[in-house]
Nanobody
């Protein structure tokens, strides 16, 4: 069965960095685009970043563009999110998701196109 397991969350100071990782199993990883999304306290799920199945194309929400970098290692079935210049408003539960609808090799911003999400990893940005 499909499993997505996130790790790497924690507490960071404003301006600091964290690196999130997602280990995927139970499907042919190289065939599917992946994305990261987040849910802040009291808010809905927000798409953050996506990467195509071969890693050649990456996409970012305006709120994180220039600060976050998504990457994937298809040999290790992992997708990562490097987060720099963190802000308090980045505080959220971060999830990785597998594209399941439409062109599954191309990352999209619509959350409904993702059919599996991990359990999430908490990121807290505070001084």
């Amino acid at each position: 069965q499909v499993q997505l397991v996130e790790s790497g969350g924690g507490l960071a100071q404003p301006g600091g960095s964290l690196r999130l990782s997602c280990a995927a199993s139970g499907f042919t990883f190289t065939n599917f685009a992946m994305s990261w999304a987040r849910q802040a306290p009291g808010k809905g799920l927000e798409w953050v970043s996506g990467i195509s199945s071969d890693g050649s194309d990456t996409y970012y929400a305006d709120s994180v563009k220039g600060r976050f970098t998504i990457s994937r290692d298809n040999a290790k079935n992992t997708v990562s999110l490097q987060m720099n210049s963190l802000k308090p408003e980045d505080t959220a539960l971060y999830y990785c998701g597998k594209k399941g609808r439409g062109s599954t090799e191309v990352a999209g911003t619509s959350l409904v196109d993702y059919d599996y999400w991990g359990q999430g990893t908490q990121v807290t940005v505070s001084s």
